[in-house]
């Protein structure tokens, strides 16, 4: 049985090494083969950019060999996917390689795309890369007081980031000293401060407290730089010194160019996590179109219901699990206090006030990611 | 337009939640487009609606049966 993943990010990681062991005897026997194509030899840890964003975390801290993260029994090779070739079950590589394949799991991931608002590129400040999030802090730094606008985009990876940045500038001002010349107001799509209902009835009040001013239903239209103001779809503008945005994310250009899905989402079953159509195909992570976050989390609990039903596909013939749509945020509420959400298909999460001790556990994180990352937590 | 709607099946689930779910979706689709959501949150009844016509869409129906709101929308700009 021949096993193609492709992606070597959190999801398609976590999904080879946990599938690489529950094979352990059948990939030395020579009956099952896993192959990972990836696009980089370095493997990034997300999360850790908002941390650098407000210099709590620099770069070199956030990547590991991708390679070194890998069971032994997986063939990995840094040569990018072009062509999916569904129907013969095979894959053509920017390197001009082709792969063929029993089993299919596509982890691609998704990007920002700022240039779908204009003026937003040019003029606001991201941290949804290393390069973007270094240049965020550099322009924290010179910031003396005015107006700081968070604005969040649709659809948007880790969906605690919006609240996270804002509640963590409150403290960064607030350690400059300069916490009474900045005013931060912060936007949102739709009309609550954030997507989870118990979230925004903890999120609102904290805002209130910590004079943190916000306008719910708004989305943003276009950015007039010159004169430093934001507009929304809904009508109404709203003046900025410093703009920071959760920019919109889109699935990565080869999921579109070769039609796997709409905007680079593959339409994808809630339960099976095979692409619709497809029964030997599998899709995690951002790279889904299911209607949940997209998180890291997401990606880790999809990538242990896909390794256990692979597994059991080598075993047995059929499957034997569904993804019951489980996710789980931490939610950083200031430099050090933190509270999390965790939620699923039928239960929705109930955040309880933050504390020390959870925002603690999440610097712990910050470092068993990687024992994560291997499978191994 | 088609007279079957794009369904955006949003029924169970809380994050990101029916709306923001049918925001994205509005974003990617032609003006004239119709779309059906799909929530068995029952606050979409009433927020679905506020946004459609805050910017300016049409709401062609909202209906509830079984717990399962379906809201008929049009993209006017």
């Not at chain 1, 605690?160 to 960064?172: G, R, S």
């Not at chain 1, 339960?271 to 990606?299: Q, W």
């Amino acid at each position: 049985m021949r096993i193609l993943i492709i992606g070597g990010g959190m999801g398609g990681t976590i999904l080879g090494n946990n599938l690489a062991r529950r094979l352990k005897g059948e990939l030395k026997a020579g009956k099952a083969k896993i192959t990972m194509l990836s696009a980089s030899d370095q493997h990034m840890y997300q999360p850790g950019l908002l941390y650098v964003a407000v210099g709590q975390m620099t770069p070199d801290q956030l990547y590991r060999d991708q390679r070194g993260l890998l069971e032994p029994g997986i063939d990995f090779e840094v040569d990018p996917v072009e062509e999916f070739d569904l129907d013969n079950n095979r894959v053509k590589t920017k390197a001009g390689k082709t792969h063929e394949y029993d089993i299919l799991a596509i982890a691609t991931g998704s990007r920002i795309v700022p240039e779908a608002i204009p003026g937003l590129a040019e003029n606001a400040e991201f941290f949804y890369t290393e390069e973007s999030a270094v240049k965020m802090f550099k322009r924290l730094r010179e910031f003396e007081g005015g107006k700081v606008v968070i604005t969040v985009g649709v659809p948007h990876k880790c969906p605690m980031a919006p609240l996270e940045i804002t509640f963590m500038l409150n403290d960064y001002f607030k350690d400059r000293g300069i916490r009474d010349k900045v005013q931060l107001h912060y936007t949102y799509p739709i009309g609550r401060t954030h997507s989870l209902e118990n979230v925004a009835k903890w999120a609102t009040p904290e805002f209130e407290r910590l004079g943190i001013t916000y306008e719910t239903l708004f989305n943003m239209k276009e950015v007039d730089g010159k004169n430093k103001v934001l507009k929304s779809e809904e009508g109404t503008e709203t003046n900025y010194d410093l703009l920071i945005a959760i920019p919109a994310h889109k699935g990565m250009e080869v999921i579109e160019k070769n039609n796997l899905g709409q905007s680079g989402w593959i339409p994808t079953d809630r339960h099976r996590l095979n692409m619709e159509g497809r029964d030997n195909v599998f899709v995690l992570g951002d790279t889904t179109n299911l209607p949940i976050s997209k998180a890291g989390s997401t990606a880790h609990f999809e990538a242990e219901a896909i390794a256990e039903n692979i597994a059991s596909i080598v075993k047995i013939g059929v499957p034997v699990r569904d993804y019951d749509g489980k996710v789980f945020c931490f939610i950083e509420a200031g430099k050090d206090r933190a509270t999390y959400a965790m939620f699923n298909y039928q239960n929705p999460p109930d955040p309880k006030p933050p504390t020390k001790a959870v925002h603690w556990f999440k610097m712990a994180y910050n470092q068993l990611y990687w024992a994560s990352a291997r499978g191994l937590l | 337009m088609s007279d079957e709607p794009k369904v955006i099946d949003a029924r169970n689930t809380f994050c990101p939640g029916p709306l923001m779910e049918l925001i994205a979706q509005m974003k990617q689709a032609e003006v004239g487009e119709e779309m059906e959501l799909l929530s068995t949150d029952k606050g979409s009844a009433e927020d679905v609606p506020e946004w459609i016509n805050k910017v300016g869409h049409e709401v062609i129906s909202n209906e509830e049966k079984d717990g399962v709101w379906r809201i008929r929308v049009r993209k006017l700009k």
